[in-house]
C-alpha cells in the first residue's frame, strides 16, 4: 500500500489514497471476529481529500454551472457528485437514468422538481430522492440563483457532462446562451449513457 498527499495551491486538494479494504496504516481491515480481509485488490483505490470552494472542474450546463466535486476516478467508481448553479429559468428538460440512482440536496433558493407526474417545489435544507429510472428534471422558476448538490450512484454519468458540455474557467460570468447547442449534444449523447430525454413534457408547472 502506498500513502500519497499531494497539495496543489491550483486544484485546492489534499488527497490520501488506500486500496480498498485496507487500513490508513495498509493493514487489510479486520472482519466482525477479529480475522484479516481474505484480500485487498491494490488495483482499486479510493481517496479521501479536502477540495476547497470551487476548485473543481466546472462546465456550463443548459442555462446552468455544474462544479465537480468528486468524480468515480476518486470514489473507486461507487458515486459522482457535483454542485449545481442554477440562475432563474435554468434547470434540463424531463428525462430518465438507466444507471444511476439521483438524490439533491438544496443549499440556497426555491427550485422546482417535476418527480413523474407531481411537481415539487424544494428549499434550503430539502432532499430529494430519484431512484433510477424515474422521470424527473428541475427547474428554477424563482428570481434567485439555485445552489444544491447532486450525487449519482454509481458514478460514470460525469463523462456525460465533459463530453457535451463547455468547460468554465471565469465563475464569475453568467452562463451562455447555450440550450440549443447544449440539447442537440445531450439528445446526440445520451443513448451512449443511457439517458432517455422527454422534450414534449414540461419541466413544471411554475
Keep these: 500500500m502506498q500513502s500519497v498527499a499531494s497539495r496543489g495551491g491550483r486544484t485546492g486538494v489534499v488527497v490520501e489514497t488506500h486500496p480498498v479494504g485496507a487500513s490508513p496504516s495498509g493493514a487489510p ?11 485487498v485488490d491494490s488495483s482499486t483505490l479510493t481517496a479521501m481529500f479536502h477540495r476547497t470552494n470551487d ?7 443548459p442555462g446552468d454551472r455544474y462544479t465537480f466535486l468528486v468524480t468515480g476516478e476518486e470514489s473507486g467508481g461507487a458515486y459522482f457528485a457535483m454542485l449545481a448553479v442554477v440562475p432563474p429559468q435554468g434547470g434540463p428538460p424531463p428525462h430518465t437514468h438507466r444507471d444511476e440512482d439521483e438524490t439533491f440536496y438544496i443549499l440556497e433558493g426555491r427550485p422546482t422538481f417535476r418527480l413523474g407526474d407531481r411537481r415539487v417545489e424544494a428549499g434550503p435544507g430539502d432532499f430529494v430522492n430519484i431512484p433510477r429510472g424515474m422521470l424527473h428534471c428541475f427547474r ?17 454519468i460525469e ?13 464569475t460570468q453568467d452562463p451562455p446562451d447555450n440550450l440549443e447547442e447544449v440539447g442537440a449534444r445531450y439528445a446526440e449523447a445520451a443513448p451512449r449513457y443511457g439517458m432517455e430525454f422527454f422534450l414534449d413534457l414540461p419541466p413544471a408547472t411554475a
Design 159 to 171: 463523462h456525460f457532462f465533459q463530453e457535451t458540455l463547455e468547460r468554465a474557467y471565469d465563475l
Design 140 to 156: 428554477n422558476f424563482s428570481d434567485e440563483p439555485v445552489r444544491m448538490i447532486l450525487t449519482f450512484t454509481p458514478s460514470g
Design 29 to 39: 481491515v479486520a472482519g466482525r471476529r477479529g480475522k484479516a480481509a481474505m484480500s
Design 55 to 61: 476548485t473543481g472542474l466546472s462546465y456550463w450546463g
